[in-house]
Nanobody
Framework: QVHLVESGGGLVQPGGSLRLSCAAS????????MSWVRQAPGKGMEWVST????????HYADSVKGRFTISRDNAKTTVYLQMSSLKPEDTAVYYC?????????????WGQGTQVTVSS
């Protein structure tokens, strides 16, 4: 059974930092691209960042570039999102996503989300 469990969210002041973790199980983690996606209150889903299967390539939304860093540890089947210089507009539920495309089929898994609130 597939599980993606996010942790590390919470309340932080503007300018502060948080590190989100997403622990994966039930699938071959090292073959999946992993992403973080967020949803702010009353808004749609926003892609934040993606890391490739071996961790050698990363991509970021312009809104977080230079402030957030995605990384992964395939031995621990965990993906991380280090968030720095946080702004109130970063307030959202952050979801972990894993995706793999194989022989024309897409495998896509989601976590339950973790709340990040940036407020003074």
């Amino acid at each position: 059974q597939v599980h993606l469990v996010e942790s590390g969210g919470g309340l932080v002041q503007p300018g502060g930092s948080l590190r989100l973790s997403c622990a994966a199980s039930g699938f071959t983690f090292s073959t999946y691209y992993m992403s973080w996606v967020r949803q702010a209150p009353g808004k749609g889903m926003e892609w934040v960042s993606t890391i490739n299967d071996d961790g050698t390539s990363t991509h970021y939304a312009d809104s977080v570039k230079g402030r957030f860093t995605i990384s992964r540890d395939n031995a621990k089947t965990t993906v991380y999102l280090q968030m720095s210089s946080l702004k109130p507009e970063d307030t959202a539920v952050y979801y972990c996503n894993g995706e793999r495309r194989l022989f024309g089929k897409t495998y896509n898994y989601w976590g339950q989300g973790t709340q990040v609130t940036v407020s003074s």
